[in-house]
């Protein structure tokens, strides 16, 4: 019983991770459409062939009045389900964000839906989402590239490519590959393996949470009233370890700790689970399941099946990092993520300085979370919204500003200890 609810429901655990060359590169379809409401920007859309008879929507945009070749950058995605727009419910849509911002400035952008995913980030093939690994998400990021350097618009000595997150690892492989990409923008990374970082978040992490915040009187125990009570908090289904996971509704209206787990009497008043021992093994063994292929071939993760994470899980960012010799790096991160530390992109950043890599910057924005919003600054609910308006003029300034100027100064100096 336990095993299968935490097969249920992590989804509440990894929603911050919603908010990472072989064959022909082909368009097999293409096409223009003028019914937008913006009419600085002109649309074309494409069907791409990412070989073995997988084929892709793609959405190019570029400025209306476009007559010369122009720089042109390539969105990748970050884990999960997601189409062109990096759709996330209800209506976040930061890569058509990032991709008008851009094309109203001069850029051609690209981006794609993930193979086996449609519009609003819609499953329209469980087999093959269910069965990808990261190397098929990077062979499809390859082609796409090609696919984009490919168009008649975009000056081929000015690509760039984008990666978020999940997309960050793909986008530092992509790089590494084709040496004509001339900008490498990395947006909430991490330089080691994500294994050891998706440990260190659904346990550590986990952890301190429970003790900070469910664990009001500081005792070492979680309480039954102690874990209902955050029910009442503003989006508690995004907490690190939200009440679902403990309790469960009876049938008779009240409230009981899941089945399986252990619970005890303190002093003699209402049941208790304790924090480094009940707990800790909750999250351990939820740690494990989420790589293990299930029967109904469903997901426990959400966001990525087994396939995918375990050939995830091995990749690191620092071994790449630094063969990304002739690009320029951009490494933007949230001072509050909770899964991606700012620890992580400084570590990049360390690896990078230690290579005598010509051009990099970083920039760290204080109290915002993985999904680069302003969060607060002890939060732990990490929620998605529109990119905000300074972090794109921070792109776009690096982008185009020779000096790497930023369009306001962004403090660096940090106390990472908490988070590192």
Same mark, same amino acid.
């Given at each position: 019983?336990?095993?299968?609810?935490?097969?249920?429901?992590?989804?509440?655990?990894? &929603?911050?991770?919603?908010?990472?060359?072989?064959?022909?590169?082909?368009?097999?379809?293409?096409?223009?459409?003028?019914?937008?409401?913006?009419? /600085?920007?002109?649309?074309?859309?494409?069907?791409?062939?990412?070989?073995?008879?997988?084929?892709?929507?793609?959405? &190019?945009?570029?400025?209306?009045?476009? $007559?010369?070749?122009?720089?042109?950058?390539?969105?990748?995605?970050?884990? *999960?389900?997601?189409?062109?727009?990096?759709? +996330?419910?209800?209506?976040?849509?930061?890569?058509?964000?990032?991709? %008008?911002?851009?094309?109203?400035?001069?850029?051609?952008?690209?981006?794609?839906?993930?193979?086996?995913?449609?519009?609003?980030?819609?499953?329209?093939?469980?087999?093959?989402?269910?069965?990808?690994?990261?190397?098929?998400?990077?062979?499809?990021?390859?082609? #796409?590239?090609?696919?984009?350097?490919?168009?008649?618009?975009?000056?081929?000595?000015?690509?760039?490519?984008?990666?978020?997150?999940?997309?960050?690892?793909?986008? #530092?492989?992509?790089?590494?590959? $084709? !040496?004509?990409?001339?900008?490498?923008?990395?947006?909430?990374?991490?330089?080691?393996?994500?294994?050891? &970082?998706?440990?260190?978040?659904?346990?550590?992490? /986990?952890?301190?949470?429970?003790?900070?915040?469910?664990?009001?009187?500081?005792?070492?125990?979680?309480?039954?009233?102690?874990?209902?009570?955050?029910? $009442?908090?503003?989006?508690?289904?995004?907490?690190?370890?939200?009440?679902?996971? &403990?309790?469960?509704?009876?049938?008779? *209206?009240?409230?009981?700790?899941? %089945?399986?787990?252990?619970?005890? %009497?303190?002093?003699?008043?209402?049941?208790?689970? =304790?924090?480094?021992?009940? +707990?800790? @093994?909750?999250?351990?063994?939820?740690? =494990?399941?989420?790589?293990?292929?299930?029967?109904?071939?469903?997901?426990?993760?959400?966001?990525?099946?087994?396939?995918?994470?375990?050939?995830?899980?091995?990749?690191?960012?620092?071994?790449?990092?630094?063969?990304?010799?002739?690009?320029?790096?951009?490494?933007? =991160?949230? @001072?509050?993520?909770? @899964?991606?530390?700012?620890?992580?992109?400084?570590?990049?950043?360390?690896?990078?300085?230690?290579?005598?890599?010509?051009?990099?910057?970083?920039?760290?924005?204080?109290?915002?979370?993985?999904?680069?919003?302003?969060?607060?600054?002890?939060?732990?609910?990490?929620?998605?919204?529109?990119? !905000?308006?300074?972090?794109?003029?921070?792109?776009?300034?690096?982008?185009?500003?020779?000096?790497?100027?930023?369009?306001? =100064?962004?403090?660096?100096?940090?106390?990472?200890?908490?988070?590192?």
């Amino acid at each position: 019983m336990l095993i299968k609810t935490i097969a249920a429901i992590t989804l509440g655990f990894i &929603l911050i991770f919603a908010l990472l060359v072989q064959g022909v590169y082909a368009t097999t379809t293409a096409y223009e459409d003028s019914s937008s409401n913006n009419r /600085t920007i002109r649309h074309r859309y494409l069907t791409i062939d990412l070989g073995e008879g997988i084929q892709t929507d793609a959405e &190019l945009t570029m400025p209306v009045l476009a $007559n010369r070749s122009l720089p042109a950058i390539l969105l990748i995605h970050g884990a *999960g389900p997601l189409d062109k727009d990096h759709f +996330v419910p209800p209506d976040n849509r930061p890569f058509r964000e990032i991709a %008008e911002y851009l094309s109203e400035r001069g850029f051609v952008v690209l981006r794609y839906d993930k193979r086996a995913i449609g519009a609003n980030s819609t499953i329209e093939d469980p087999d093959m989402w269910y069965n990808q690994t990261i190397y098929d998400l990077i062979r499809d990021a390859n082609k #796409t590239l090609h696919v984009l350097s490919e168009q008649p618009e975009v000056d081929k000595d000015n690509i760039s490519v984008l990666g978020v997150s999940q997309g960050s690892w793909i986008a #530092t492989r992509v790089a590494a590959d $084709n !040496p004509f990409v001339k900008n490498v923008l990395l947006l909430s990374s991490g330089a080691e393996k994500w294994g050891d &970082l998706m440990n260190t978040y659904l346990i550590n992490t /986990t952890l301190q949470y429970t003790r900070e915040i469910l664990d009001t009187n500081h005792d070492g125990f979680v309480s039954l009233s102690e874990v209902v009570a955050t029910e $009442n908090t503003p989006y508690w289904t995004l907490a690190p370890l939200p009440s679902i996971m &403990l309790v469960e509704n009876s049938t008779g *209206g009240s409230y009981r700790f899941v %089945e399986g787990l252990e619970t005890m %009497e303190l002093d003699g008043e209402e049941e208790v689970i =304790q924090i480094d021992t009940t +707990v800790r @093994g909750l999250l351990e063994q939820r740690f =494990q399941l989420i790589f293990a292929d299930t029967e109904d071939r469903s997901c426990p993760f959400v966001v990525m099946c087994p396939p995918m994470l375990r050939t995830y899980a091995e990749l690191d960012n620092l071994s790449v990092i630094g063969n990304i010799s002739s690009s320029s790096i951009l490494l933007m =991160q949230g @001072g509050r993520d909770l @899964g991606l530390p700012p620890a992580q992109p400084l570590m990049l950043e360390q690896k990078l300085l230690d290579v005598n890599h010509p051009d990099h910057t970083i920039i760290v924005y204080p109290n915002h979370g993985h999904f680069l919003t302003n969060i607060g600054e002890d939060s732990w609910i990490d929620m998605g919204g529109p990119i !905000p308006h300074y972090i794109l003029e921070d792109m776009y300034s690096w982008l185009t500003d020779p000096d790497r100027k930023r369009s306001r =100064q962004t403090d660096v100096s940090l106390d990472l200890s908490a988070l590192a």
